[in-house]
Nanobody, 124 residues
Framework: QVQLVESGGGLVQAGGSLRLSCAAS????????MGWIRQPPGKERVFVAA????????YYADSVKGRFTISRDYAKNTVYLQMNSLKPEDTAVYYC?????????????????WGQGTQVTVSS
């Protein structure tokens, strides 16, 4: 069992930055691919970013490439999403996700575990 707790969301002006954190419980953190999925208001959930279990590969949605960076800290059992040059269209609830396969985060949006979500609002 893996529990995920997000933090770091908030209100920011366009062009600003935020860093989301996702703290994972359990000793199996290092065996899971981790990622972020977001749900804009009134829309379906979409993939944002993912990182493999060993940190060797990262994946990004086209809409965030060059602006967002995903990373993980094994000592802290935490995955981060650094978000720069934020745009109003980045406004969404951001969910942390854990999965045995990155495909479950990147393609099917069916990870093994979900966090509770954190709100990010970007004002214009």
């Amino acid at each position: 069992q893996v529990q995920l707790v997000e933090s770091g969301g908030g209100l920011v002006q366009a062009g600003g930055s935020l860093r989301l954190s996702c703290a994972a419980s359990g000793r199996t953190f290092s065996s899971y691919a981790m990622g972020w999925i977001r749900q804009p208001p009134g829309k379906e959930r979409v993939f944002v970013a993912a990182i493999t279990w060993n940190g060797g590969s990262t994946y990004y949605a086209d809409s965030v490439k060059g602006r967002f960076t995903i990373s993980r800290d094994y000592a802290k059992n935490t995955v981060y999403l650094q978000m720069n040059s934020l745009k109003p269209e980045d406004t969404a609830v951001y969910y942390c996700a854990a999965a045995k396969s990155p495909r479950a985060v990147v393609v099917t949006l069916q990870p093994d575990y979900w966090g509770q979500g954190t709100q990010v609002t970007v004002s214009s």
